[in-house]
């Protein structure tokens, strides 16, 4: 009876202010959209400039390799090593290639042609991809070349590569930034969620001054705070749902693994987020202060969680921290269940940190959330 | 159980350095109107968070309806009510919701809520305004709402806490109606405030300044004990050099302005309206009009806290 008054009147509170729940509903799916295209690291279309000295039919078979791999766009065509440079210093191209004017007299000769290739290297992840695909494009031709040359000598019966690597990418064969991003993108909203909204719900009542009438009435600490976190968790279900029909219908997400067991788990992160929320609300005094280290609670959460970063590319004592960010493993337990369908068996150990983090959390919040006001 | 419904032993609260409550001790039987005087920063609303279990006592205790405060307080909650300075409103809901959810909070079931929240509803003179938003009433019809809300569950003993804080003086009257009329019916009221005038209400009242208690009585036996002068209003058209005129006149204990006029205790029989006069034509003020006058609990309160200031 109390707790049910209780969630009454939080969801009352809920429905009355609009533009809170508004943007509750409408900032998971214009995060998913902005994070979705922007948080990507497919590298398409570098800018390139290129200074044919040579402008032969050999020269153009070359550019026309790397017009047709799309990693690559010839925006500029220049008459200087200069020009290069400077269009790679305003930004405006990515990269340049020189090719020597005696290019296709070293070919014909038989010699080795050098052709120049510059980077800019200010973004390495851009950069990374430009030298790998530009030093595969250069070997796949020359290799064309070579075999060309073979063939000419009349050498080319039957040749065989001696080593064939055929790659094969399991669960996200396009590598698609997006399957891998938007899974992880509803565990971020729903941390930022659940933990802004719950923390600032308690506080409220202390700003106000409703929490000192509330404590006095017979209402018993567990009553109030399941009466508080009730309501955020039907949100933050309704949330999660949003996300991924969003993910699903917007970037095509396929979900391989099982829903039920998906959201069951996502439960059980709520716990942990929850808590948190919890633990925020009895150390803070205003609104402010708790959207505050909610938001502090946030950025180690995304960088140490594995969402942007590999963690395994880390360096040790930040991998150790990670340990104790429940984002960590429920990042795991998501990319698990909707990229490789895998079940709760081969999630055991993210279940049960996940378990031990919710179960600590919400122990020291609910002994610090005692009702007095000292 | 006892025969007082609070009794409060030594009871201390101590901020750091800084002691909000100091040792102080006393009784309130059932039924009484009990006011706790004193200005902003005297240790009253730290005296009832204490008593309703909200803060731990330094040291000293306490009882409220037989039950240690420290110990028991969730026994206590139940059949307490507690009316806090902040008026304790959700702005975002209407009378009515407030209603509902502390009638709900405090256990009682819908049909027996329905029915205490309409008598309540009638008892504050809200029924008409019951779907109003708290958030867009007005400070008298708040106070109200919050009474109610302290009322719910029918408590035995009611707590407020300087009730009349920002509310205009007819709303203050009916106000003070409203707790005769609970008076009454048997609730035990505890009230804090700063004026003056509304302690005279009171069955006893207690005066505290500085964290300690100074004194606690009925209204007139704090007058006749704390000042066994006369009190005198005088009148004069130049006030202010007929106040350092009062000032500078052997016998008199306090002197101030209150209104538009002069106010005077004198010590014991050292004046009478005649000798009064005359010592002040002596010292130049020549159209004084010298009346004698209804000692105040506010002349009460300067007499103690002149005492207490000079023991620190």
């Known amino acids: 009876m109390r707790l049910l008054a209780l969630i009454r009147k939080e969801f009352i509170q809920i429905i009355r202010d609009p533009r809170t729940l508004a943007l509750t509903f409408a900032m998971p799916v214009i995060q998913l959209f902005l994070l979705g295209y922007a948080a990507t690291n497919d590298v398409r279309n570098i800018a390139l400039a290129v200074f044919d000295q040579d402008r032969s039919p050999a020269s153009r078979e070359l550019l026309d390799a790397y017009r047709a791999a799309d990693y690559f766009r010839i925006d500029f065509d220049v008459?200087?090593?200069?020009?290069?440079?400077?269009?790679?210093?305003?930004?405006?191209?990515?990269?340049?290639?020189?090719?020597?004017?005696?290019?296709?007299?070293?070919?014909?000769?038989?010699?080795?042609?050098?052709?120049?290739?510059?980077?800019?290297?200010?973004?390495?992840?851009?950069?990374?991809?430009?030298?790998?695909?530009?030093?595969?494009?250069?070997?796949?031709?020359?290799?064309?070349?070579?075999?060309?040359?073979?063939?000419?000598?009349?050498?080319?019966?039957?040749?065989?590569?001696?080593?064939?690597?055929?790659?094969?990418?399991?669960?996200?064969?396009?590598?698609?930034?997006a399957y891998y991003m938007i899974p992880a993108l509803i565990g971020m909203i729903l941390q930022f969620l659940t933990t802004i909204l719950t923390s600032t719900a308690i506080v409220r009542e202390r700003e106000r001054g409703t929490i000192e009438q509330l404590i006095i009435t017979p209402i018993r600490s567990w009553e109030l705070m399941i009466g508080k976190l009730a309501p955020y968790v039907i949100v933050a279900f309704i949330d999660t749902i949003e996300i991924l029909i969003a993910g699903i219908l917007i970037f095509g997400v396929p979900i391989n693994g099982s829903l039920p067991l998906?959201?069951?788990?996502?439960?059980?992160?709520?716990?942990?987020?929850?808590?948190?929320?919890?633990?925020?609300?009895?150390?803070?005094?205003?609104?402010?202060?708790?959207?505050?280290?909610?938001?502090?609670?946030?950025?180690?959460?995304?960088?140490?969680?594995?969402?942007?970063?590999?963690?395994?590319?880390?360096?040790?004592?930040?991998?150790?921290?990670?340990?104790?960010?429940?984002?960590?493993?429920?990042?795991?337990?998501?990319?698990?269940?909707?990229?490789?369908?895998?079940?709760?068996?081969?999630?055991?150990?993210?279940?049960?940190?996940?378990?031990?983090?919710?179960?600590i959390v919400m122990g020291v919040a609910a002994k610090r959330f005692h009702k007095r006001l000292d | 159980m006892s025969e007082y419904i609070i009794e409060l032993d030594k009871l201390t609260k101590k901020f750091g350095d800084f002691t909000a409550?100091?040792?102080?001790?006393?009784?309130?039987?059932?039924?009484?109107i009990i006011g706790y005087l004193g200005p902003n920063?005297?240790?009253?609303?730290?005296?009832?968070?204490?008593?309703?279990?909200?803060?731990?006592?330094?040291?000293?205790?306490?009882?409220?309806?037989?039950?240690?405060?420290?110990?028991?307080?969730?026994?206590?909650r139940p059949l307490v009510g507690y009316m806090s300075q902040k008026f304790a409103l959700y702005e975002d809901l209407t009378v009515l919701e407030n209603m509902q959810f502390y009638a709900g909070v405090y256990g009682l079931g819908d049909s027996a809520s329905r029915e205490r929240i309409n008598?309540?509803?009638?008892?504050?003179?809200?029924?008409?305004?019951?779907?109003?938003?708290?958030?867009?009433?007005?400070?008298?019809?708040r106070q109200r709402l919050a009474l109610g809300i302290a009322l719910v569950h029918q408590p035995r003993l009611l707590f407020l806490d300087e009730p009349t804080s920002g509310v205009d003086p007819s709303a203050r009257r009916e106000f003070w109606d409203l707790i005769y009329t609970l008076a009454e019916q048997g609730t035990t009221i505890f009230v804090s405030?700063?004026?003056?005038?509304?302690?005279e209400h009171c069955g006893r009242v207690g005066i505290m300044f500085r964290g300690r208690l100074m004194a606690m009585d009925?209204?007139?036996?704090?007058?006749?004990?704390?000042?066994?002068?006369?009190?005198?209003?005088?009148?004069?058209?130049?006030?202010?050099?007929?106040?350092?005129?009062?000032?500078?006149?052997?016998?008199?204990?306090?002197?101030?302005?209150?209104?538009?006029?002069?106010?005077?205790?004198?010590?014991g029989d050292a004046h009478d309206a005649a000798s009064l006069q005359a010592a002040l034509v002596e010292r130049g003020v020549a159209d004084a009009q010298v009346a004698e006058a209804d000692p105040t609990l506010e002349d009460v309160f300067v007499a103690l806290a002149g005492h207490g200031a000079a023991q620190e």
Do not use: C
């Open chain 2, 119 to 141: 008598t309540v509803l009638e008892l504050i003179g809200l029924t008409e305004h019951s779907r109003a938003m708290a958030s867009d009433m007005s400070g008298g019809w």
């Open chain 1, 79 to 177: 008459d200087s090593e200069i020009e290069i440079r400077q269009l790679i210093d305003s930004g405006a191209a990515r990269a340049g290639m020189v090719i020597p004017p005696d290019y296709s007299e070293q070919i014909a000769a038989g010699h080795t042609a050098r052709v120049a290739f510059v980077i800019d290297g200010s973004d390495p992840t851009l950069a990374g991809t430009a030298l790998s695909a530009a030093t595969l494009i250069g070997q796949a031709q020359s290799t064309d070349i070579a075999v060309e040359r073979l063939s000419r000598q009349g050498q080319l019966a039957a040749m065989d590569p001696a080593i064939e690597v055929r790659t094969q990418v399991w669960y996200n064969p396009d590598l698609v930034s």
């Open chain 2, 21 to 32: 409550v100091n040792e102080v001790s006393f009784s309130v039987r059932p039924g009484e």
């Open chain 2, 218 to 267: 009925t209204p007139d036996a704090l007058k006749q004990t704390y000042l066994p002068g006369k009190a005198w209003d005088i009148d004069a058209d130049d006030l202010l050099p007929a106040l350092e005129a009062l000032e500078q006149t052997p016998g008199i204990t306090q002197a101030g302005l209150l209104g538009d006029r002069l106010h005077a205790i004198t010590d």
């Open chain 2, 41 to 76: 920063g005297s240790g009253k609303t730290t005296t009832m968070r204490m008593l309703l279990g909200l803060l731990r006592p330094t040291f000293g205790s306490a009882r409220v309806l037989g039950f240690d405060i420290e110990r028991d307080s969730e026994q206590i």
């Open chain 2, 193 to 199: 405030t700063h004026y003056m005038d509304e302690a």
């Open chain 1, 262 to 359: 998906l959201l069951l788990l996502s439960g059980l992160f709520l716990v942990s987020t929850l808590g948190i929320g919890l633990l925020i609300s009895t150390i803070s005094n205003t609104q402010q202060e708790a959207m505050l280290t909610s938001i502090f609670t946030m950025l180690p959460s995304i960088f140490l969680s594995g969402f942007f970063f590999p963690l395994a590319a880390m360096p040790q004592f930040l991998q150790w921290i990670s340990y104790a960010i429940p984002l960590r493993y429920f990042l795991i337990v998501v990319r698990g269940i909707v990229l490789k369908g895998v079940g709760a068996s081969a999630l055991l150990p993210e279940i049960i940190a996940l378990s031990v983090f919710a179960f």
